[in-house]
C-alpha cells in the first residue's frame, strides 16, 4: 500500500530554522511536491523534487534521497506568517497528469 | 489566486441528500483531480478525468460520481450523504508533469 509519514505538529520560533520530515513508501515514484496549506484555504505549491538532492528556493528548500525514501522541508528565517500546516506528496505513477498521494501534513506553529 | 474556481464555497445539507460541486481548470489545464480532505485526514484523492474521460480512480464511495464536461469544467455529485461526508472538497487542475494547482475548495457540512 501507499504510505507517507510526516510529523503531526512542531513547534519553532519566529527567525529560527525548521526542518520537517517526510518518508514515505509508494508503489511507484515519479516526484515529491511539498505544499503549504493555511487552515481552511487552499493547498499552495512550494517545491518538487524528482531527483536526489536539495532544491533552494528562497527561505525554502526541500532535499530528496529516493534510496532512503526520504525528504525534507526546511524552512529558514521564520516568519509568524509560515505558520501552517505543510503537506508532502508523492507522485506514484510514471507520466505526467497523474494523482498525488498526500501525508497528513504537518501543523507547524511559529511563535514569538 | 490558482486560476481554479470552484462553487459553492459553502455548503450545508442533510442526511440521504444530493449535492452537486462544480469545478473549473485552469486555462489550458485537461487534468482535472478531486479530493476530499476531513479534520483527521489528509488530503484523500477520489478521481480524476483528463480531456472529459475517467484517467484515474481513487477511495470514492459508490455514492460519489463525477464528470467532467466539453468545456472542461467538472462536476462532483454526491448523494445519499451522510454525516461522515462533511469535509473540504477541493479540485485541482494540472497540465503535464507540473504541479497541480487548487480550487479554494467546497467546504460541505451534512447534518
Known amino acids: 500500500g501507499q504510505n507517507i509519514d510526516q510529523p503531526t505538529e512542531m513547534t519553532a520560533t519566529e527567525g529560527a530554522i525548521v526542518q520537517i520530515n517526510c518518508t514515505y513508501q509508494t508503489s511507484g515514484f515519479n516526484g515529491l511536491f511539498w505544499y503549504q496549506q493555511h487552515a481552511g484555504e487552499a493547498p499552495t505549491f512550494l517545491s518538487y523534487?524528482?531527483?536526489?538532492g536539495l532544491e533552494e528556493k528562497g527561505r525554502f528548500s526541500s532535499f530528496l534521497s529516493r534510496s532512503k525514501g526520504y525528504s525534507y522541508l526546511l524552512l529558514k528565517e521564520l516568519q509568524m506568517k509560515d505558520s501552517a500546516s505543510y503537506l508532502c506528496a508523492v507522485r506514484d505513477r510514471i507520466g505526467g497528469n497523474t494523482p498525488l498521494v498526500f501525508g497528513k501534513g504537518t501543523r507547524l506553529s511559529v511563535i514569538a | 489566486d490558482s486560476g481554479v474556481t470552484q462553487t459553492p464555497k459553502h455548503l450545508i445539507t442533510a442526511t440521504g441528500q444530493r449535492v452537486t460541486l462544480r469545478c473549473s481548470p485552469r486555462s489550458g489545464d485537461l487534468s482535472v483531480y478531486w479530493y476530499q480532505q476531513s479534520l483527521d485526514q489528509g488530503l484523500q484523492f477520489l478521481i480524476q478525468y483528463y480531456n472529459g474521460e475517467e484517467r484515474a480512480k481513487g477511495n470514492i464511495l459508490e455514492r460519489f460520481s463525477a464528470q467532467q464536461f466539453p468545456d472542461l469544467h467538472s462536476e462532483l455529485n454526491l448523494s445519499s450523504l451522510e454525516l461522515g461526508d462533511s469535509a473540504l472538497y477541493f479540485c485541482?487542475?494540472?497540465?503535464?508533469?507540473?504541479?497541480?494547482?487548487f480550487g479554494p475548495g467546497t467546504r460541505l457540512t451534512v447534518t
Open positions: 523534487n524528482v531527483l536526489d
Open positions: 485541482a487542475s494540472s497540465t503535464g508533469v507540473d504541479r497541480q494547482y
